[in-house]
């Protein structure tokens, strides 16, 4: 079956440190997204891809960093730089269903910085 | 500035019951409208959509969604709830072209026997 994986499905890290959340999908969509998820808030866009080798900025880029080497991978690094990285993770993606553009999302990854 | 607006946080509802979660959106243009449903600690699973055409649509797990372009709504409804349906709903509208997509808050819902 396809679908969107993300690994890993829980991650602590220790301030300052960099992490990696991986995103894998085999749907053969072009476009890629990271939300960020906290309690009350909604869904916020961190980056998206259109395209390899292409990303633009969401929202709440700050601290985060993005790569698109390959369609079928969007790895998301929070840096050390994100003051608040304590939050729910989620890698989605998508592809025209009748002239717009339908999110398909991943299972989702949580980081808690101890 | 486009926004969406789920004015209710959390729903309790009697299984069996019928429910009703709102949504109010703010777009500049015609939106596309979409319900997704979470359950706790995974992705969200998208339960129906409007693209265009008749205001009604249906979706999976029996829900429908009635678009009201006059008051700029898009409210969810289930006829009978199912004590599965306990979850975090989350209303959003997305571009004609283009990538951003702007979500609710979501409502939570529980439902008891």
């Known amino acids: 079956d396809g679908g969107i994986t993300q690994s890993p499905k829980y991650l602590f890290r220790k301030e300052g440190q960099n992490v990696t959340l991986s995103c894998e999908q085999n749907l053969n969509h072009d476009a890629m997204y990271w939300y960020r998820q906290d309690p009350g808030q909604g869904l916020r866009l961190i980056y998206y891809?259109?395209?390899?080798?292409?990303?633009q900025k969401g929202d709440i880029a700050e601290g985060y960093s993005v790569s698109r080497e390959k369609k079928e991978s969007f790895p998301l690094t929070v840096t050390s730089a994100q003051k608040n990285p304590t939050a729910f993770y989620l890698c989605?993606?998508?592809?025209?269903?009748?002239?717009?553009?339908?999110?398909?999302f991943g299972a989702g990854s949580r980081l808690t910085v101890l | 500035a486009q926004s969406v607006t789920q004015p209710d946080i959390h729903i309790t509802v009697s299984e069996g019951a019928s429910l009703e979660l709102r949504c109010n959106y703010s777009?500049?243009?015609?939106?596309?409208l979409f319900w997704y449903v979470q359950s706790p600690g995974q992705g969200l699973q998208l339960l129906l959509k409007?693209?265009?055409?008749?205001?009604l649509v249906q979706g999976i797990k029996g829900f429908e969604a009635e678009f009201k372009r006059s008051q700029s709504s898009f409210n969810l409804r289930k006829p009978s709830v199912h004590w599965s349906d306990a979850a975090e709903y989350f209303c959003?509208?997305?571009?004609?072209?283009?990538?951003?997509?702007?979500f609710g808050t979501g409502t939570s819902l529980t439902v008891i026997p």
């Open positions: 891809s259109q395209i390899v080798n292409d990303f």
């Open positions: 409007y693209f265009s055409g008749d205001t």
């Open positions: 777009y500049g243009a015609t939106p596309y």
């Open positions: 989605a993606s998508s592809i025209p269903v009748s002239g717009a553009n339908v999110l398909t």
């Open positions: 959003a509208v997305g571009p004609r072209s283009g990538n951003q997509f702007y």
